[in-house]
Protein backbone atom coordinates (compact mmCIF):
# COMPACT_ATOMS: atom_id res chain seq x y z
CA UNK A 1 0.00 0.00 0.00
CA UNK A 2 0.94 3.49 -0.94
CA UNK A 3 1.61 6.11 0.56
CA UNK A 4 0.65 9.93 -0.90
CA UNK A 5 3.44 12.50 -0.63
CA UNK A 6 3.23 16.33 -1.37
CA UNK A 7 6.34 18.53 -1.05
CA UNK A 8 4.75 21.96 -1.19
CA UNK A 9 6.64 25.30 -1.36
CA UNK A 10 4.98 28.53 -0.60
CA UNK A 11 4.61 29.21 -4.30
CA UNK A 12 4.09 26.15 -5.84
CA UNK A 13 3.64 22.54 -5.49
CA UNK A 14 7.03 20.47 -6.03
CA UNK A 15 5.81 16.64 -5.56
CA UNK A 16 2.29 15.09 -5.41
CA UNK A 17 2.90 11.80 -5.92
CA UNK A 18 2.59 7.94 -4.12
CA UNK A 19 5.58 6.18 -2.87
CA UNK A 20 6.38 3.18 -0.97
CA UNK A 21 7.69 5.37 2.10
CA UNK A 22 8.97 9.34 2.65
CA UNK A 23 11.87 9.89 5.18
CA UNK A 24 11.79 13.38 6.31
CA UNK A 25 14.84 15.13 8.46
CA UNK A 26 12.60 15.74 11.45
CA UNK A 27 14.19 18.33 13.91
CA UNK A 28 14.90 15.57 16.32
CA UNK A 29 15.65 12.74 13.91
CA UNK A 30 14.67 11.70 10.72
CA UNK A 31 11.34 10.07 10.48
CA UNK A 32 9.53 8.03 7.46
CA UNK A 33 6.16 7.97 6.59
CA UNK A 34 4.46 4.67 5.56
CA UNK A 35 1.16 3.60 5.19
CA UNK A 36 -0.75 3.90 8.72
CA UNK A 37 1.55 5.71 10.40
CA UNK A 38 -0.24 7.38 13.58
CA UNK A 39 -0.74 10.95 12.49
CA UNK A 40 2.43 13.12 13.83
CA UNK A 41 2.70 16.61 13.04
CA UNK A 42 6.76 17.49 12.81
CA UNK A 43 8.76 20.27 12.45
CA UNK A 44 11.52 19.99 9.97
CA UNK A 45 15.18 20.66 9.91
CA UNK A 46 17.15 21.49 6.66
CA UNK A 47 18.16 18.23 5.27
CA UNK A 48 16.55 15.57 2.57
CA UNK A 49 13.47 14.15 1.84
CA UNK A 50 14.08 10.82 0.45
CA UNK A 51 11.40 9.25 -1.57
CA UNK A 52 11.59 5.20 -1.46
CA UNK A 53 9.89 3.29 -4.58
CA UNK A 54 10.14 -0.82 -4.68
CA UNK A 55 13.31 -0.76 -2.19
CA UNK A 56 15.37 2.09 -3.51
CA UNK A 57 15.56 6.19 -3.63
CA UNK A 58 13.67 7.11 -6.62
CA UNK A 59 13.98 10.90 -5.54
CA UNK A 60 15.67 13.19 -3.49
CA UNK A 61 14.67 16.91 -2.76
CA UNK A 62 16.36 18.96 0.05
CA UNK A 63 14.21 21.07 2.05
CA UNK A 64 15.06 24.24 3.97
CA UNK A 65 13.12 23.50 7.47
CA UNK A 66 9.57 23.59 7.28
CA UNK A 67 6.59 21.31 8.43
CA UNK A 68 5.66 17.87 8.16
CA UNK A 69 1.75 16.45 8.46
CA UNK A 70 1.62 12.70 8.70
CA UNK A 71 -1.71 11.14 8.65
CA UNK A 72 -3.51 8.20 7.54
CA UNK A 73 -2.02 7.46 3.81
CA UNK A 74 -0.78 10.84 3.31
CA UNK A 75 2.16 12.95 4.10
CA UNK A 76 2.25 16.60 3.47
CA UNK A 77 5.42 18.45 3.45
CA UNK A 78 5.44 22.67 3.98
CA UNK A 79 9.15 23.67 3.08
CA UNK A 80 10.17 26.72 3.48
CA UNK A 81 12.13 25.99 0.23
CA UNK A 82 12.44 22.73 -1.64
CA UNK A 83 15.00 21.74 -4.30
CA UNK A 84 15.66 18.56 -6.19
CA UNK A 85 18.75 17.45 -4.51
CA UNK A 86 20.54 17.56 -8.71
CA UNK A 87 19.46 20.89 -8.91
CA UNK A 88 21.02 22.12 -5.88
CA UNK A 89 24.35 24.57 -6.56
CA UNK A 90 27.33 24.06 -4.30
CA UNK A 91 27.90 27.34 -4.41
CA UNK A 92 24.89 29.17 -3.94
CA UNK A 93 24.74 26.84 -0.80
CA UNK A 94 28.30 27.80 0.26
CA UNK A 95 27.33 31.54 -0.38
CA UNK A 96 24.24 30.77 1.51
CA UNK A 97 26.51 29.24 4.96
CA UNK A 98 28.23 31.91 4.92
CA UNK A 99 25.81 34.95 5.10
CA UNK A 100 24.28 32.85 7.78
CA UNK A 101 27.31 32.08 9.81
CA UNK A 102 27.88 36.10 9.10
CA UNK A 103 23.93 36.81 10.96
CA UNK A 104 24.81 34.80 13.76
CA UNK A 105 27.89 36.63 14.34
CA UNK A 106 26.06 40.08 14.33
CA UNK A 107 23.74 38.80 15.68
CA UNK A 108 22.89 39.81 19.97
CA UNK A 109 23.94 37.10 21.75
CA UNK A 110 22.23 37.24 24.64
CA UNK A 111 18.82 37.07 22.51
CA UNK A 112 18.34 33.19 22.71
CA UNK A 113 15.06 33.06 20.71
CA UNK A 114 16.80 34.70 17.73
CA UNK A 115 20.22 32.84 18.23
CA UNK A 116 18.26 29.61 18.03
CA UNK A 117 16.58 30.58 14.50
CA UNK A 118 19.78 32.04 13.29
CA UNK A 119 21.71 28.65 14.43
CA UNK A 120 19.05 26.59 12.47
CA UNK A 121 19.63 28.87 9.51
CA UNK A 122 23.16 27.47 9.87
CA UNK A 123 22.32 24.00 10.20
CA UNK A 124 20.43 23.97 7.25
CA UNK A 125 22.68 25.81 5.19
CA UNK A 126 25.14 23.43 6.29
CA UNK A 127 23.01 20.30 5.29
CA UNK A 128 22.57 22.10 1.80
CA UNK A 129 26.19 22.86 1.36
CA UNK A 130 26.79 18.60 2.42
CA UNK A 131 23.83 17.54 -0.15
CA UNK A 132 24.63 19.59 -2.67
CA UNK A 133 28.35 17.89 -2.74
CA UNK A 134 27.01 14.47 -2.95
CA UNK B 1 -11.73 76.90 -36.21
CA UNK B 2 -8.68 74.93 -36.44
CA UNK B 3 -6.39 74.56 -39.38
CA UNK B 4 -6.07 71.63 -41.27
CA UNK B 5 -2.89 71.04 -40.22
CA UNK B 6 -3.22 71.47 -36.70
CA UNK B 7 -6.25 68.51 -37.20
CA UNK B 8 -3.85 66.73 -39.20
CA UNK B 9 -1.37 66.55 -35.99
CA UNK B 10 -4.26 66.17 -33.53
CA UNK B 11 -5.34 63.19 -35.30
CA UNK B 12 -1.74 61.65 -35.21
CA UNK B 13 -1.14 62.34 -31.10
CA UNK B 14 -4.33 60.62 -30.38
CA UNK B 15 -3.33 57.87 -33.12
CA UNK B 16 -0.45 57.31 -31.14
CA UNK B 17 -1.75 57.50 -27.65
CA UNK B 18 -4.05 55.07 -28.72
CA UNK B 19 -1.17 52.74 -29.87
CA UNK B 20 0.34 53.28 -25.93
CA UNK B 21 -2.70 52.64 -24.64
CA UNK B 22 -3.71 49.28 -26.33
CA UNK B 23 0.16 48.27 -25.71
CA UNK B 24 -0.39 48.66 -22.06
CA UNK B 25 -3.76 46.90 -21.99
CA UNK B 26 -2.54 43.87 -23.28
CA UNK B 27 0.78 43.56 -21.13
CA UNK B 28 -1.74 43.79 -18.22
CA UNK B 29 -3.76 40.66 -19.39
CA UNK B 30 -0.35 38.98 -20.06
CA UNK B 31 0.43 39.81 -16.74
CA UNK B 32 -2.92 39.08 -15.09
CA UNK B 33 -2.48 35.72 -16.19
CA UNK B 34 0.67 35.01 -15.03
CA UNK B 35 -0.27 36.82 -11.46
CA UNK B 36 -3.68 34.31 -11.52
CA UNK B 37 -1.20 31.17 -11.94
CA UNK B 38 0.56 32.02 -9.13
CA UNK B 39 -2.08 33.20 -6.75
CA UNK B 40 -3.55 29.61 -7.79
CA UNK B 41 -0.14 27.87 -7.19
CA UNK B 42 0.45 29.07 -3.77
CA UNK B 43 -3.10 27.90 -2.91
CA UNK B 44 -2.20 24.47 -1.49
CA UNK B 45 0.28 25.38 1.04
CA UNK B 46 -2.02 28.23 2.81
CA UNK B 47 -5.16 25.42 2.72
CA UNK B 48 -2.73 22.84 4.66
CA UNK B 49 -1.08 25.21 6.53
CA UNK B 50 -4.67 26.53 7.83
CA UNK B 51 -5.53 22.92 8.61
CA UNK B 52 -2.53 22.42 10.51
CA UNK B 53 -2.52 24.92 12.37
CA UNK B 54 -6.13 24.62 13.59
CA UNK B 55 -5.08 20.84 14.81
CA UNK B 56 -1.67 22.17 16.63
CA UNK B 57 -4.20 25.37 18.18
CA UNK B 58 -6.77 22.54 19.21
CA UNK B 59 -4.10 20.76 21.08
CA UNK B 60 -2.82 23.94 22.71
CA UNK B 61 -6.07 25.06 23.87
CA UNK B 62 -6.76 28.07 26.44
CA UNK B 63 -2.96 27.52 27.69
CA UNK B 64 -1.60 30.75 29.05
CA UNK B 65 1.28 32.40 27.63
CA UNK B 66 0.07 31.61 24.20
CA UNK B 67 1.69 33.63 21.24
CA UNK B 68 0.66 37.30 21.02
CA UNK B 69 0.46 36.42 16.93
CA UNK B 70 -2.34 34.51 17.90
CA UNK B 71 -4.21 35.89 20.99
CA UNK B 72 -2.99 39.78 20.42
CA UNK B 73 -0.90 41.61 23.13
CA UNK B 74 -3.85 41.77 25.69
CA UNK B 75 -4.58 45.72 24.52
CA UNK B 76 -5.67 47.11 21.62
CA UNK B 77 -4.57 50.72 21.97
CA UNK B 78 -2.35 50.62 18.98
CA UNK B 79 -3.28 49.94 15.76
CA UNK B 80 -1.19 49.54 12.69
CA UNK B 81 -3.23 50.06 9.38
CA UNK B 82 -0.47 48.24 5.96
CA UNK B 83 -2.22 49.69 3.09
CA UNK B 84 -1.17 47.57 0.20
CA UNK B 85 -1.12 49.33 -3.52
CA UNK B 86 1.08 49.79 -6.46
CA UNK B 87 4.03 51.12 -7.33
CA UNK B 88 2.87 52.74 -11.17
CA UNK B 89 -0.81 54.76 -12.14
CA UNK B 90 -2.66 54.43 -14.57
CA UNK B 91 -4.96 51.42 -12.90
CA UNK B 92 -8.15 53.27 -12.89
CA UNK B 93 -9.76 53.71 -9.41
CA UNK B 94 -7.21 50.42 -8.14
CA UNK B 95 -4.94 52.82 -5.75
CA UNK B 96 -7.87 55.59 -4.82
CA UNK B 97 -10.08 52.81 -4.20
CA UNK B 98 -7.35 51.36 -1.49
CA UNK B 99 -6.49 54.72 0.21
CA UNK B 100 -9.67 55.58 0.31
CA UNK B 101 -10.63 52.78 2.46
CA UNK B 102 -7.42 53.32 4.31
CA UNK B 103 -8.09 56.69 5.25
CA UNK B 104 -11.89 55.25 6.40
CA UNK B 105 -10.28 53.09 8.73
CA UNK B 106 -7.69 55.17 10.37
CA UNK B 107 -10.85 57.97 10.82
CA UNK B 108 -12.70 55.21 12.70
CA UNK B 109 -10.32 54.35 14.58
CA UNK B 110 -9.21 57.51 15.75
CA UNK B 111 -12.98 58.48 16.55
CA UNK B 112 -12.30 55.48 18.80
CA UNK B 113 -9.38 57.00 20.23
CA UNK B 114 -6.77 54.55 19.57
CA UNK B 115 -3.72 55.25 18.20
CA UNK B 116 -2.92 54.52 14.83
CA UNK B 117 0.46 53.76 12.66
CA UNK B 118 0.50 53.50 8.95
CA UNK B 119 3.23 51.40 6.94
CA UNK B 120 2.36 52.01 3.55
CA UNK B 121 3.75 48.83 1.00
CA UNK B 122 3.71 50.69 -2.56
CA UNK B 123 4.36 54.35 -3.68
CA UNK B 124 1.33 55.27 -5.11
CA UNK B 125 -0.98 55.01 -1.66
CA UNK B 126 1.94 56.28 0.43
CA UNK B 127 1.75 59.08 -2.37
CA UNK B 128 -2.01 59.45 -1.77
CA UNK B 129 -1.63 59.60 1.97
CA UNK B 130 1.34 61.14 2.99
CA UNK B 131 -0.32 64.83 2.79
CA UNK B 132 -3.07 63.61 5.69
CA UNK B 133 -1.38 61.10 7.55
CA UNK B 134 2.46 61.64 6.78
CA UNK B 135 3.41 62.21 10.62
CA UNK B 136 1.64 58.52 11.83
CA UNK B 137 3.75 56.69 9.00
CA UNK B 138 6.76 54.62 10.91
CA UNK B 139 8.33 53.61 6.92
CA UNK B 140 7.64 53.37 3.14
CA UNK B 141 7.77 50.28 1.42
CA UNK B 142 8.11 49.31 -2.05
CA UNK B 143 5.28 47.58 -3.89
CA UNK B 144 6.23 44.78 -6.40
CA UNK B 145 6.11 47.47 -9.23
CA UNK B 146 4.38 45.63 -11.62
CA UNK B 147 6.81 42.34 -11.87
CA UNK B 148 6.52 38.95 -10.04
CA UNK B 149 5.71 38.71 -6.35
CA UNK B 150 8.27 37.13 -4.63
CA UNK B 151 7.12 35.15 -1.34
CA UNK B 152 10.51 36.73 0.00
CA UNK B 153 8.82 40.25 -0.05
CA UNK B 154 6.22 38.73 2.22
CA UNK B 155 8.60 36.86 4.70
CA UNK B 156 10.62 39.94 5.13
CA UNK B 157 6.93 42.40 5.66
CA UNK B 158 6.16 39.16 8.17
CA UNK B 159 9.44 39.17 9.81
CA UNK B 160 9.39 43.11 9.80
CA UNK B 161 5.52 42.47 12.00
CA UNK B 162 7.21 39.97 14.21
CA UNK B 163 9.73 42.43 15.09
CA UNK B 164 7.35 45.32 15.79
CA UNK B 165 4.80 43.26 17.73
CA UNK B 166 7.88 42.17 20.29
CA UNK B 167 8.99 45.52 20.28
CA UNK B 168 5.35 46.53 21.71
CA UNK B 169 5.32 48.95 18.85
CA UNK B 170 1.37 47.90 18.02
CA UNK B 171 -1.15 45.81 19.29
CA UNK B 172 -3.63 45.15 16.07
CA UNK B 173 -2.28 45.00 12.90
CA UNK B 174 -4.73 45.48 9.87
CA UNK B 175 -3.81 44.68 6.41
CA UNK B 176 -5.49 47.28 3.40
CA UNK B 177 -5.63 45.97 0.13
CA UNK B 178 -7.43 45.14 -3.27
CA UNK B 179 -8.83 41.79 -3.49
CA UNK B 180 -9.61 40.76 -6.32
CA UNK B 181 -12.92 39.76 -7.79
CA UNK B 182 -12.72 39.44 -11.64
CA UNK B 183 -10.97 41.77 -14.14
CA UNK B 184 -14.04 44.31 -13.78
CA UNK B 185 -13.52 44.43 -9.94
CA UNK B 186 -11.48 44.46 -7.26
CA UNK B 187 -13.09 45.25 -3.95
CA UNK B 188 -10.48 47.27 -1.00
CA UNK B 189 -10.83 44.65 2.06
CA UNK B 190 -9.71 45.14 5.61
CA UNK B 191 -7.80 41.84 6.75
CA UNK B 192 -7.02 41.43 10.55
CA UNK B 193 -3.17 40.05 10.58
CA UNK B 194 -2.78 40.42 14.49
CA UNK B 195 -4.19 39.02 16.08
CA UNK B 196 -5.17 35.94 14.35
CA UNK B 197 -8.97 36.34 13.85
CA UNK B 198 -9.29 33.44 10.82
CA UNK B 199 -8.12 29.90 10.27
CA UNK B 200 -6.89 28.54 13.96
CA UNK B 201 -9.33 30.36 15.59
CA UNK B 202 -12.37 29.89 14.38
CA UNK B 203 -12.26 26.89 12.46
CA UNK B 204 -13.56 24.05 15.08
CA UNK B 205 -11.66 20.64 14.82
CA UNK B 206 -13.66 18.09 13.19
CA UNK B 207 -15.06 15.46 16.18
CA UNK B 208 -13.48 12.66 14.00
CA UNK B 209 -10.44 14.21 13.56
CA UNK B 210 -7.54 11.89 13.88
CA UNK B 211 -5.17 12.74 17.78
CA UNK B 212 -2.05 14.04 16.98
CA UNK B 213 1.59 13.43 18.14
CA UNK B 214 3.88 16.30 17.77
CA UNK B 215 7.40 16.63 17.22
CA UNK B 216 9.11 18.36 19.51
CA UNK B 217 5.79 19.34 20.70
CA UNK B 218 2.50 21.78 19.79
CA UNK B 219 3.20 24.54 21.90
CA UNK B 220 6.80 24.56 19.53
CA UNK B 221 5.09 23.97 16.96
CA UNK B 222 2.67 26.43 17.11
CA UNK B 223 4.70 29.33 17.59
CA UNK B 224 6.99 28.23 14.73
CA UNK B 225 3.87 28.41 12.50
CA UNK B 226 2.48 31.23 13.37
CA UNK B 227 5.11 33.64 11.67
CA UNK B 228 4.64 31.28 8.78
CA UNK B 229 0.87 31.84 8.54
CA UNK B 230 1.27 35.61 8.93
CA UNK B 231 3.85 35.79 5.80
CA UNK B 232 1.56 33.14 3.71
CA UNK B 233 -1.34 35.33 4.75
CA UNK B 234 0.92 38.55 3.21
CA UNK B 235 1.46 36.45 -0.02
CA UNK B 236 -2.16 35.87 -0.84
CA UNK B 237 -2.73 39.64 -0.42
CA UNK B 238 0.15 40.65 -2.27
CA UNK B 239 -0.92 38.19 -5.13
CA UNK B 240 -4.27 39.28 -5.03
CA UNK B 241 -3.16 42.53 -5.05
CA UNK B 242 -0.79 42.50 -8.04
CA UNK B 243 -3.59 40.71 -10.09
CA UNK B 244 -6.30 43.36 -9.30
CA UNK B 245 -3.87 45.80 -10.15
CA UNK B 246 -3.20 44.11 -13.65
CA UNK B 247 -7.27 43.76 -13.86
CA UNK B 248 -7.56 47.38 -13.11
CA UNK B 249 -5.15 48.53 -15.64
CA UNK B 250 -6.64 46.25 -18.31
CA UNK B 251 -9.92 47.77 -17.96
CA UNK B 252 -8.42 51.31 -17.58
CA UNK B 253 -6.38 50.92 -20.60
CA UNK B 254 -9.17 49.13 -22.53
CA UNK B 255 -11.58 52.08 -22.34
CA UNK B 256 -8.97 54.65 -23.25
CA UNK B 257 -8.41 52.62 -26.11
CA UNK B 258 -12.17 52.58 -27.10
CA UNK B 259 -12.44 56.66 -25.95
CA UNK B 260 -9.16 57.75 -28.08
CA UNK B 261 -10.82 55.56 -31.43
CA UNK B 262 -14.17 57.94 -30.82
CA UNK B 263 -12.03 61.21 -30.73
CA UNK B 264 -9.99 60.23 -33.57
CA UNK B 265 -13.40 59.77 -35.46
CA UNK B 266 -14.96 62.75 -34.30
CA UNK B 267 -11.62 64.39 -35.13
CA UNK B 268 -11.48 62.87 -38.51
CA UNK B 269 -15.34 64.06 -39.94
CA UNK B 270 -13.73 67.93 -38.40
CA UNK B 271 -11.01 67.46 -40.20
CA UNK B 272 -13.39 66.24 -43.86
CA UNK B 273 -15.87 69.04 -42.85
CA UNK B 274 -12.61 71.74 -42.78
CA UNK B 275 -11.17 70.38 -45.87
CA UNK B 276 -14.90 70.53 -47.57
CA UNK B 277 -15.30 73.81 -46.43
CA UNK B 278 -11.99 75.07 -47.76
CA UNK B 279 -12.46 73.40 -50.80
CA UNK B 280 -16.19 75.54 -51.27
CA UNK B 281 -14.24 78.37 -50.59
CA UNK B 282 -11.54 78.47 -53.32
CA UNK B 283 -14.40 77.45 -55.37
CA UNK B 284 -16.85 80.38 -54.80
CA UNK B 285 -13.70 82.52 -55.09
CA UNK B 286 -12.50 81.09 -58.47
CA UNK B 287 -16.18 81.07 -59.87
CA UNK B 288 -16.87 84.89 -58.24
CA UNK B 289 -13.58 86.02 -60.21
CA UNK B 290 -14.38 84.39 -63.38
CA UNK B 291 -17.59 86.36 -63.27
CA UNK B 292 -15.86 89.63 -62.35
CA UNK B 293 -13.65 89.34 -65.79
Redo the contacts between chains.
Sequence with gaps: MPVKVDIISPERVLVSREVDMAVVPGMEGDIAAMPGRAPLMLLLRGGVVDLHDGGTVTDRYFVAGGFADFRGDSCTILADSATKLADLSPQDAAARLAAAEAAVDRADKDDVPAQDLLQEAVQSARAEVEAAGQ | MPSLKELRARIGSVKSTRKITSAMKMVAAAKLRRTQL?AE??R??AA??R??MS??AAAVGDAPGLPPLLVGTGREQTHLVIVMTSDRGLAGGFNANAARAARNLVRRLQAEGKTVRILPVGRKGADMLVRDYGDLFIERLPGSSGKEVP?SA??DLGDKLVALLSANKFDVCTLVYNRFVNVMSQVPTELQLVPLTSGANDDRKAPDA???????D?E??LA??LP?NL??QI?AAMLESAAGEQGARMTAMDSATRNAGKAIDRLTQKYNRTRQANITNELIEIISGAEAV
Excluded: G, H, K, Q
Design positions: SAAPYAMRMEAFASPIYEFEPETLRMRAIY
